[in-house]
Protein backbone atom coordinates (compact mmCIF):
# COMPACT_ATOMS: atom_id res chain seq x y z
CA UNK A 1 0.00 0.00 0.00
CA UNK A 2 1.64 3.41 -1.08
CA UNK A 3 1.96 5.98 1.02
CA UNK A 4 2.83 8.59 -1.59
CA UNK A 5 0.82 11.66 -2.63
CA UNK A 6 -1.76 10.51 -5.57
CA UNK A 7 -1.56 11.76 -8.64
CA UNK A 8 -3.78 15.27 -8.95
CA UNK A 9 -6.90 15.36 -10.53
CA UNK A 10 -9.66 17.94 -12.23
CA UNK A 11 -11.77 18.86 -9.46
CA UNK A 12 -15.99 17.54 -9.85
CA UNK A 13 -18.26 20.37 -9.32
CA UNK A 14 -19.74 21.39 -5.87
CA UNK A 15 -22.23 18.93 -5.39
CA UNK A 16 -25.57 20.58 -3.87
CA UNK A 17 -27.05 19.60 -0.95
CA UNK A 18 -31.02 19.31 0.15
CA UNK A 19 -31.47 23.07 2.26
CA UNK A 20 -34.43 23.39 5.21
CA UNK A 21 -36.16 26.38 4.74
CA UNK A 22 -33.30 27.99 7.09
CA UNK A 23 -30.97 27.46 4.68
CA UNK A 24 -28.99 25.17 6.45
CA UNK A 25 -28.56 21.37 5.06
CA UNK A 26 -31.17 19.15 5.88
CA UNK A 27 -30.90 16.25 8.82
CA UNK A 28 -30.14 13.49 6.16
CA UNK A 29 -28.25 15.55 3.80
CA UNK A 30 -25.83 16.43 7.00
CA UNK A 31 -25.56 12.70 7.83
CA UNK A 32 -24.73 12.32 4.04
CA UNK A 33 -21.84 14.82 3.63
CA UNK A 34 -20.55 13.51 7.11
CA UNK A 35 -20.24 10.35 5.71
CA UNK A 36 -18.67 11.66 2.09
CA UNK A 37 -16.23 12.91 4.51
CA UNK A 38 -15.35 10.71 6.46
CA UNK A 39 -14.82 8.20 3.72
CA UNK A 40 -13.10 10.87 1.12
CA UNK A 41 -10.44 11.98 3.96
CA UNK A 42 -9.96 8.30 4.70
CA UNK A 43 -8.79 7.08 1.62
CA UNK A 44 -6.46 9.58 1.72
CA UNK A 45 -5.29 9.34 4.82
CA UNK A 46 -4.76 5.93 3.52
CA UNK A 47 -2.59 6.67 0.14
CA UNK A 48 -0.88 9.59 1.01
CA UNK A 49 -0.73 9.35 4.80
CA UNK A 50 -1.72 11.79 7.90
CA UNK A 51 1.42 14.88 6.89
CA UNK A 52 0.29 14.55 3.35
CA UNK A 53 -3.34 14.86 3.92
CA UNK A 54 -4.45 18.12 4.38
CA UNK A 55 -8.39 19.61 5.35
CA UNK A 56 -8.05 21.46 1.67
CA UNK A 57 -7.01 18.61 0.04
CA UNK A 58 -10.54 16.36 1.84
CA UNK A 59 -12.76 19.51 0.83
CA UNK A 60 -11.78 19.35 -2.96
CA UNK A 61 -12.22 15.86 -3.21
CA UNK A 62 -15.45 15.28 -1.26
CA UNK A 63 -16.67 18.54 -2.93
CA UNK A 64 -17.75 20.54 0.45
CA UNK A 65 -16.49 23.85 0.90
CA UNK A 66 -13.88 24.27 3.36
CA UNK A 67 -15.31 26.23 5.78
CA UNK A 68 -17.91 23.18 6.52
CA UNK A 69 -14.64 20.92 7.14
CA UNK A 70 -12.96 23.18 9.15
CA UNK A 71 -16.14 23.90 11.66
CA UNK A 72 -16.85 20.49 11.71
CA UNK A 73 -13.83 19.20 12.08
CA UNK A 74 -11.53 21.49 13.94
CA UNK A 75 -8.01 20.50 12.01
CA UNK A 76 -6.60 17.49 11.12
CA UNK A 77 -6.42 15.84 14.08
CA UNK A 78 -10.05 15.92 14.83
CA UNK A 79 -10.84 14.63 11.36
CA UNK A 80 -8.22 12.04 11.76
CA UNK A 81 -9.61 11.11 15.15
CA UNK A 82 -12.97 11.02 13.25
CA UNK A 83 -11.41 8.57 10.91
CA UNK A 84 -10.03 6.68 13.69
CA UNK A 85 -12.93 5.98 15.80
CA UNK A 86 -14.81 4.85 12.91
CA UNK A 87 -12.00 2.61 11.54
CA UNK A 88 -12.04 0.88 15.19
CA UNK A 89 -15.51 0.30 15.17
CA UNK A 90 -15.40 -1.91 12.15
CA UNK A 91 -12.09 -3.88 13.47
CA UNK A 92 -13.78 -4.64 16.38
CA UNK A 93 -17.53 -5.69 14.64
CA UNK A 94 -15.95 -9.32 13.47
CA UNK A 95 -14.38 -9.67 17.33
CA UNK A 96 -18.53 -8.85 18.20
CA UNK A 97 -19.64 -11.18 16.08
CA UNK A 98 -17.30 -13.53 16.83
CA UNK A 99 -17.39 -13.73 20.39
CA UNK A 100 -21.63 -13.70 20.14
CA UNK A 101 -21.54 -16.51 17.79
CA UNK A 102 -19.22 -18.45 19.87
CA UNK A 103 -21.72 -17.95 23.15
CA UNK A 104 -24.77 -19.31 20.79
CA UNK A 105 -22.72 -22.02 19.64
CA UNK A 106 -23.12 -25.87 20.33
CA UNK A 107 -21.41 -26.71 23.57
CA UNK A 108 -19.90 -30.17 22.41
CA UNK A 109 -17.68 -27.49 20.73
CA UNK A 110 -14.23 -27.68 22.43
CA UNK A 111 -12.72 -24.22 24.42
CA UNK A 112 -9.87 -24.04 22.29
CA UNK A 113 -11.59 -24.48 18.77
CA UNK A 114 -13.75 -21.56 20.08
CA UNK A 115 -11.24 -19.66 20.72
CA UNK A 116 -9.54 -20.54 17.61
CA UNK A 117 -12.47 -19.15 15.63
CA UNK A 118 -11.73 -15.90 17.54
CA UNK A 119 -8.35 -15.68 16.81
CA UNK A 120 -8.45 -16.11 13.03
CA UNK A 121 -11.02 -13.10 13.30
CA UNK A 122 -9.17 -11.38 14.92
CA UNK A 123 -6.05 -12.30 12.55
CA UNK A 124 -8.05 -10.90 9.65
CA UNK A 125 -9.15 -7.46 10.91
CA UNK A 126 -5.94 -6.33 13.00
CA UNK A 127 -3.21 -7.73 10.22
CA UNK A 128 -5.19 -6.17 7.23
CA UNK A 129 -3.50 -3.52 5.05
CA UNK A 130 -5.83 -0.48 6.52
CA UNK A 131 -5.19 -1.95 10.04
CA UNK A 132 -1.77 -1.91 9.65
CA UNK A 133 -1.74 1.25 8.23
CA UNK A 134 -3.50 3.25 10.76
CA UNK A 135 -1.56 1.63 13.32
CA UNK A 136 1.53 3.04 11.78
CA UNK A 137 0.46 6.60 11.26
CA UNK A 138 -1.16 6.57 15.07
CA UNK A 139 2.62 5.51 16.38
CA UNK A 140 4.51 8.24 14.01
CA UNK A 141 1.53 10.75 15.67
CA UNK A 142 1.29 9.41 19.43
CA UNK A 143 4.36 11.74 20.54
CA UNK A 144 3.16 14.96 19.04
CA UNK A 145 -0.72 14.01 19.71
CA UNK A 146 -1.33 11.79 22.36
CA UNK A 147 -5.04 11.97 22.72
CA UNK A 148 -4.58 9.90 19.17
CA UNK A 149 -2.89 7.50 21.23
CA UNK A 150 -5.41 7.56 23.88
CA UNK A 151 -8.24 7.67 21.52
CA UNK A 152 -6.86 4.16 20.08
CA UNK A 153 -6.29 2.67 23.50
CA UNK A 154 -9.44 3.45 24.88
CA UNK A 155 -11.86 2.64 21.60
CA UNK A 156 -9.75 -0.09 20.30
CA UNK A 157 -7.55 -2.18 22.97
CA UNK A 158 -9.58 -1.58 25.86
CA UNK A 159 -12.66 -2.38 24.09
CA UNK A 160 -11.16 -5.39 22.81
CA UNK A 161 -10.03 -6.18 26.19
CA UNK A 162 -13.62 -6.19 27.48
CA UNK A 163 -15.30 -7.85 24.85
CA UNK A 164 -13.03 -10.88 25.02
CA UNK A 165 -13.01 -10.69 28.86
CA UNK A 166 -17.29 -11.24 28.62
CA UNK A 167 -16.81 -14.31 26.27
CA UNK A 168 -14.08 -15.69 29.49
CA UNK A 169 -17.06 -14.86 31.74
CA UNK A 170 -19.74 -16.47 30.15
CA UNK A 171 -16.97 -19.56 29.28
CA UNK A 172 -15.99 -19.18 33.56
CA UNK A 173 -19.76 -19.77 34.29
CA UNK A 174 -20.10 -22.93 32.56
CA UNK A 175 -17.20 -24.28 33.95
CA UNK A 176 -14.64 -24.68 31.09
CA UNK A 177 -12.47 -22.05 32.11
CA UNK A 178 -10.82 -21.51 35.49
CA UNK A 179 -9.52 -18.15 36.04
CA UNK A 180 -9.61 -15.09 38.62
CA UNK A 181 -9.43 -12.48 36.61
CA UNK A 182 -10.37 -12.65 33.26
CA UNK A 183 -9.94 -8.78 31.86
CA UNK A 184 -6.12 -9.84 32.31
CA UNK A 185 -7.02 -13.58 30.91
CA UNK A 186 -8.19 -11.14 28.03
CA UNK A 187 -5.04 -8.98 27.55
CA UNK A 188 -2.79 -11.95 27.89
CA UNK A 189 -5.09 -13.83 25.37
CA UNK A 190 -5.52 -10.95 22.85
CA UNK A 191 -1.04 -10.24 23.10
CA UNK A 192 -0.81 -13.90 23.00
CA UNK A 193 -2.87 -14.74 19.53
CA UNK A 194 -2.55 -11.85 17.84
CA UNK A 195 0.48 -8.91 19.09
CA UNK A 196 3.33 -10.55 17.81
CA UNK A 197 1.62 -11.07 14.14
CA UNK A 198 0.14 -7.65 14.62
CA UNK A 199 3.87 -6.09 15.48
CA UNK A 200 5.29 -7.65 12.70
CA UNK A 201 3.09 -6.36 9.83
CA UNK A 202 3.15 -3.48 11.49
CA UNK A 203 7.61 -3.39 10.48
CA UNK A 204 6.55 -4.20 7.44
CA UNK A 205 7.08 -8.11 7.35
CA UNK A 206 5.31 -10.18 4.82
CA UNK A 207 2.50 -11.68 7.07
CA UNK A 208 1.72 -15.66 5.61
CA UNK A 209 -1.44 -16.78 7.07
CA UNK A 210 -0.44 -20.12 7.14
CA UNK A 211 2.24 -19.57 9.58
CA UNK A 212 0.59 -16.97 11.11
CA UNK A 213 -2.14 -19.74 12.07
CA UNK A 214 0.02 -22.26 13.62
CA UNK A 215 1.57 -19.32 15.83
CA UNK A 216 -1.87 -18.57 17.18
CA UNK A 217 -3.05 -22.00 17.58
CA UNK A 218 0.21 -23.16 19.41
CA UNK A 219 -0.18 -18.89 21.44
CA UNK A 220 -4.01 -20.59 22.39
CA UNK A 221 -2.59 -24.18 23.30
CA UNK A 222 -0.18 -22.27 25.91
CA UNK A 223 -2.95 -19.86 26.79
CA UNK A 224 -5.29 -23.08 27.72
CA UNK A 225 -2.39 -24.86 29.28
CA UNK A 226 -0.37 -22.51 31.23
CA UNK A 227 3.25 -22.32 31.20
CA UNK A 228 3.53 -24.86 33.75
CA UNK A 229 1.49 -27.08 32.16
CA UNK A 230 -0.25 -30.15 34.48
CA UNK A 231 -1.10 -28.75 38.17
CA UNK A 232 1.48 -31.80 39.75
CA UNK A 233 4.54 -29.99 37.43
CA UNK A 234 3.42 -27.06 38.76
CA UNK A 235 3.47 -27.91 42.42
CA UNK A 236 7.10 -29.52 41.16
CA UNK A 237 8.35 -26.22 39.90
CA UNK A 238 7.22 -24.41 42.53
CA UNK A 239 9.91 -26.69 44.62
CA UNK A 240 12.78 -25.41 42.85
CA UNK A 241 14.84 -27.11 40.30
CA UNK A 242 16.13 -30.55 41.54
CA UNK A 243 19.52 -30.55 42.86
CA UNK A 244 22.51 -32.11 41.13
CA UNK A 245 24.29 -34.79 42.65
CA UNK A 246 27.86 -33.86 43.54
CA UNK A 247 30.81 -35.73 41.46
CA UNK A 248 32.86 -37.38 43.33
Given at each position: ?138 TSQAI ?105
Amino acid sequence: MGLTAARTKTAAPRREMPKSRGGRPTKTAAIERDQRLIEVATRLFLDRGFEATSLDAVAEAARVSKPTVYSRYGDKRGLFAAVLRREIARWLAPLSAAAETQLSSDSDISVEQRLVEIGREMLSFTCGPDAVAFSRMMTSQAINFPEVAKLGKEEGWLKAVATTARFFDHLVAQGALDVEDTTIAAEVFLDFVVGHTHRMATFGTTLELKSAEKRMRTAIKLFLAGALGPADRARDAAKGPPRRRSSR
